[in-house]
């Protein structure tokens, strides 16, 4: 029987998980406020490793992106 893919993406082209520290960085933001958003919502999906945060930079790109605003 064939075992199911997960995704079409070849394992080999994904990019590592941003870790809580790396998005933090990445947004420059203190760490405090990325565990702020995975607690009350807000900012880019996460993910839970064990107990670990990670999200995807797809997902923090897309975040960004709908974060833009028009300068009035």
């Known amino acids: 029987?064939?075992?199911?893919?997960?995704s079409d993406t070849p394992s080999s082209t994904r990019r590592k998980l941003a870790t809580a520290r790396e998005?933090?960085?990445?947004?420059?933001?203190?760490?405090a406020t990325v565990y702020?958003?995975?607690?009350?919502g807000g900012?880019?999906?996460?993910?839970k490793v064990g107990r670990h945060l990670r999200a995807r930079w797809t997902d923090i790109e897309r975040?960004?992106?709908?974060?833009?605003?028009?300068?009035?």
């Not at 900012?43 to 993910?47: N, Q």
Request: aromatic share 8%.
């Open 23 to 31: 998005l933090a960085d990445y947004c420059g933001v203190p760490l």
């Open 36 to 40: 702020q958003w995975s607690h009350r």
């Open 1 to 6: 029987m064939p075992v199911a893919q997960i």
């Open 63 to 72: 975040w960004l992106d709908a974060q833009t605003i028009d300068a009035a």
């Open 43 to 47: 900012g880019p999906r996460m993910i």
